[in-house]
């Protein structure tokens, strides 16, 4: 569904960050994207969503190519949920992206709410974004992405800064959803939960690739790659 063929990237001032980076996520599947800080999981998520310009290698959308194309279809959370909260109010937040596409501001008010009620987070529709907690932010930021009705969620870091409720809730509620999901994280214990498979990143290769739970099994190809052994193979 979604394929990457020998990408290569470097920022402006000339930092490489992904080699030959080559992947692919079928339909209903969910994809870890793991590795040590720098390893590249950002560059190569915001390359997935639309967000990077690919300079080497190429990104297609069922069979399709370009930034728009990936745009409309990949829905991207950043790693700071306060870079994605803009808006007054929770619920003007959510109903953002369906007035940009041209929704009127009366029926993408009354879907918004639907989708916060889905959520469970109904009661959060008047609150400034800003004024959250962690875990509320996170799950805000969700459905302005679902908002726009994505086939696949790209999400950043979705476990960074939350306490270990929150971070249990953000969990239940990607086993949940029935989208395609690549999560970059750090968070191995949390991809073993979302995940069916992984690749590794490192200093922007893929280091490896394989099914979960075996692939987080080898301490020594952790340890190789600047991770270490998820806490439930850890004893
Ligand atoms: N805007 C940028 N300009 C220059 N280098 C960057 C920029 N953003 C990230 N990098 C570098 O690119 C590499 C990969 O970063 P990133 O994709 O953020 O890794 P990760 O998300 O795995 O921590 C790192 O060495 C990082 O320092
Ligand atoms: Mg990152």
Redesign the pocket.
Known sequence: MLEAESLSYS???G?R?LHDVSLSVSEGERLALV?A????????LLHLAGALRVQEGRITFRGREGQEVLRRHVGLTFQDADDQLLMPSVLEDVAFSLVARGMSLSEAHSRAGELLESLGIAHLSSRPPHKLSGGEKRIVSFAGVLASEPEVLALDEPSAALDPRARRRVIEFLRRSKHTIIL?THDLDMALDVCDRAVI?SA?RVACKGELPSLFMSRELLESNGLELPLRFSH
């Open positions: 920022y402006p001032d930092h960050a590795g800080n720098g390893s590249g999981k950002s560059t190569l970059a990143l922007g």
